[in-house]
């Protein structure tokens, strides 16, 4: 989970892809068990803390007596918390897997981990068209 | 395109501002393209030439155009940065937002790349030029 | 943490619905089996399923990079059903017992379609998580493309 050398956006969309990756572990563990008696369906939380350290919403991030340290500490203290979801409802056997909500779940992250790759075909992309100075190579 | 870098051309397009004349708008081939992606920058704000987008500023010279140039691309630049952290972070969940962001980002990088490398060609081209 | 656990879980549930087919397709079979080896009636058959940590991470888990709460399924048992077997009046038939009942499995076949429909859900929920998985791994591969 570190940032690239690049640039501290590319370096969020490291980061996002990678608790993205996470959560599609956490859905499809939750969607093996959604059968077996006694599991409590699990989920995973750090879109707030990825909010903070990237300094959405005029939060500020992590302050720093040089301006340029900022960009490099951000994305790296961002760690993800995996819990039991308190919203599951219990079944008779003990289950509080939702099937449906865990296959919407599983649609949403599929998605925007693909849209976190998009962007980073695109900035990459820009990079290299100005190295390049616009002949050739990049998209 | 070669016609349109006559040393007349060049120091009206330099007093004026007018950059469409100096790129060579209205002729055919390659660079009309350009210069209509260029009109069409302009009317969307990036104001190489005056309030209408056609009509040449006398009041500005070349160079702030192309600084003002600059400062919107980088503006757009930083505008994409920040359309991807608001995606990433799910505060937005409008993936068409960003992307747009990102594409204009992108246009107006590769727009200003070919500016730059329209005017090193005719600096060039002029350096050559013996007195 | 990668994608390729990811697979292996959703592989661990196909596995543990597999079985769970297979022990339904058993007591659907054998719904009318009055004699088995055993001596009396077919018992009906239940897997048992318990969650259990991605095995084969089990070094990365002692290197405590692993978190311990990803689990897959496994069948740990097949548990024979203790209730007791139905009891059909019908004295002409050769099992029948003194008072002229005989001892039918504890099999009911509504129940198992129901299981049935159940383990196929479930199934096809493991297949699209797999599907996922290996679609955000390719659409990794395109970075910088």
Do not use: C, W
């Not at chain 2, 051309?9 to 390659?30: H, K, P, Q, W, Y």
């Not at chain 3, 059909?88 to 002229?100: E, F, L, S, T």
């Amino acid at each position: 989970m570190s940032d690239s050398g690049f640039d501290p956006t590319i370096g969020a969309l490291n980061t996002s892809l990678n608790l993205r990756q996470l959560q599609q572990n956490v859905i499809s563990a939750n969607i093996a068990n959604a059968d077996t008696p006694g599991y409590k369906a699990k989920a995973v939380e750090f879109e707030s803390a990825l909010r903070d350290a990237l300094g959405v919403d005029g939060r500020l991030p992590a302050a720093s007596a040089n301006p340029s340290h900022i960009a490099h500490r951000t994305t790296d203290a961002v760690h993800p918390e995996i819990y039991d979801d308190p919203n599951g409802v219990e079944s008779l056997d003990g289950n509080t897997v939702e099937r449906s909500a865990e296959m919407a779940k599983l649609a949403e992250t599929q998605l925007l981990y693909d849209a976190s790759v998009e962007m980073m075909k695109r900035k990459l992309g820009m990079l290299k068209y100005a190295i390049s100075e616009g002949g050739g190579g990049g998209r | 395109m070669s016609n349109n870098l006559t040393i007349e051309n060049l120091t009206r397009s330099v007093e004026t501002g007018d950059v469409e004349r100096f790129m060579g708008g209205g002729a055919g081939g390659a660079t009309s393209s350009e210069s209509r992606v260029m009109r069409e920058m302009q009317s969307n704000g990036m104001d190489a030439g005056g309030a209408g987008g056609l009509t040449p500023d006398a009041s500005k010279t070349f160079s702030a155009v192309l600084h003002d140039s600059f400062a919107k691309v980088n503006q757009n630049q930083v505008d994409a940065d920040r359309a991807i952290k608001e995606l990433v972070s799910g505060r937005t969940k409008n993936v068409h937002e960003t992307m747009l962001a990102v594409e204009r980002a992108d246009a107006s990088l590769k727009l200003m790349m070919q500016v730059r490398n329209k005017v090193l060609d005719a600096y060039r081209e002029i350096m050559r030029m013996q007195v | 943490m990668d994608l390729f656990s990811s697979m292996r879980v959703s592989a661990s549930g196909l596995d543990a619905q597999t079985k769970r087919m297979n022990t339904i397709s058993s007591n659907i079979a054998n719904a009318e089996t009055t004699q088995t080896e055993e001596g009396g009636p077919y018992r009906r058959k239940d897997p048992v399923l318990t969650a259990q940590t991605d095995r084969e991470s089990f070094g990365e888990i002692l290197q405590g990079q692993l978190d311990e709460q990803i689990q897959g399924v496994q069948v740990t048992e097949i548990h024979e059903d203790t209730r007791p077997p139905r009891l059909v009046y019908n004295p002409a038939h050769p099992q029948a017992n003194q008072d002229g009942y005989v001892a039918m499995p504890n099999v009911n076949t509504v129940e198992e379609m129901a299981n049935m429909i159940s383990a196929q859900r479930s199934y096809e929920a493991n297949v699209t998580a797999m599907n996922a998985a290996k679609a955000m791994m390719q659409k990794a591969l395109e970075i910088g493309r």
